[in-house]
């Protein structure tokens, strides 16, 4: 192995990944597995922690996969799985709550905010979220964990914990993560107000056909000051032009923001440029997603293939756990 440490992530089971999705955090992933070995998984247990139903929640999982594949994840260069595929996380988790400070949990500003979301569910399992988001991560002895800075909290914690568990039974047997804060242009949703979301349904699927993504970029809000066409527009407070940064040629960027200034290009063009070069740019990203979605028992296969494959270093770091503890062979 010549790579230069493991990299664990974990993202939630939403479906159909998003725009924000993608440049927040797969885009990361795809580029890391050069460099790193890769280990991705979908929470599906940590989602459970918040669900009313698990009517959606297999799709869901199942869903997740052809995005990533089709971003360029490669299910040869790194390992990609579903959660509850690899059961030793459970048991770590349960032996990792035995040093875990209660007072600690409940002090997180991630607790507090599900309280306040989902006063009617506080389940032990909210409680113990980041103590199952380390043993996700301390099972692979990940080195790096590629996350929002959000998570930073959970990161910590897991440190912490590491640390907890390496005093009380003297051991090495668990490795103390570093978080790589994934440095992203905040994604806002159409709505121009709050982050992209599948929640907030201000979201850009990454699946879409061209004609449904120029429809749905033709929603998108602007510059609310920016009322009629004749007005001169501030693309610096315009969404669309934050994301013609990311999409569009340098020229094209610099030609929107000199004509928007002084009124010589409207929103509707402007929009218009944004959808063609978005969808250029999506357009291999789509054919690989066809090929996938043609065949879902080839999808499967390949996150069996992970879970095995995650299985087997779970196993291992088990087994030196297990006898860190002292619990009888
Ligand atoms: N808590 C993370 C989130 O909501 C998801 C997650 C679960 C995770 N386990 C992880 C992220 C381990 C990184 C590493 O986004």
């Known amino acids: 192995m010549s ?15 998003h725009l924000g999705n993608y440049l ?4 990361n992933y795809v580029t890391m597995q050069s460099q790193y070995d890769c280990v991705y998984c979908v929470v599906d247990l940590h989602a459970l922690t918040t669900m009313e139903t698990t009517r959606d929640l297999k799709q869901n999982t199942f869903e997740m996969a052809p995005d990533w594949l089709a971003a360029g994840i490669d299910p040869k260069e790194s390992i990609v799985f579903v ?22 949990l409940t002090d997180l500003p991630t607790f507090k905010d599900k309280v306040r979301l989902q006063p ?13 988001m380390t043993a996700d991560i301390v099972l692979y002895k990940a080195n ?33 993560p570093e978080m790589v804060v994934t440095t992203v242009p905040k994604v806002l949703g159409t709505d121009g107000q709050r982050k992209m979301g599948k929640s907030e349904n201000n979201h850009i699927e990454l699946a879409l056909t061209p004609e449904e993504t120029q429809k749905v970029v033709m929603t998108m809000v602007t510059d609310p000051q920016r009322l009629r066409r004749a ?32 009124a010589g290009i409207g929103c ?19 054919e690989r997603r066809a090929a996938f979605e043609s065949n879902p028992g080839a999808i499967w296969d390949i996150l ?15 087994v030196e756990v297990r006898a860190a503890v002292g619990l009888p062979e």
Do not use: W
């Open 120 to 132: 009617n569910n506080v389940n032990l399992g909210l409680v113990g979220y980041p103590v199952l």
């Open 83 to 104: 959660q509850s595929h690899v059961p030793q996380v459970t048991e770590l988790y349960t032996i990792l709550s035995m040093v875990s400070s209660l007072g600690k």
């Open 24 to 27: 927040g955090a797969i885009r």
């Open 144 to 176: 790096f964990v590629p996350v929002g800075i959000d998570q930073a909290p959970h990161i910590e914690y897991a440190r912490e914990t590491v640390r907890s568990f390496n005093y009380r039974y003297n051991s090495t047997a668990l490795i103390e």
């Open 268 to 286: 509707v063009d402007c929009k218009k440029i944004y959808a063609k070069n978005l969808n250029a740019n999506l357009a291999p990203f789509r």
């Open 304 to 318: 069996h293939d992970g879970a095995r494959r995650a299985r087997e270093i779970a196993e291992a770091t088990m």
């Open 231 to 262: 007005d001169p527009g501030n693309p610096d407070v315009c969404n669309v032009f934050s994301m013609h940064k990311t999409f569009s040629s340098p020229e094209e960027v610099e030609m929107i923001n000199t004509e928007c200034r002084r």
């Open 3 to 17: 790579k230069k440490g493991r990299v664990f992530s974990g993202a939630r089971p939403t479906g159909r990944q």
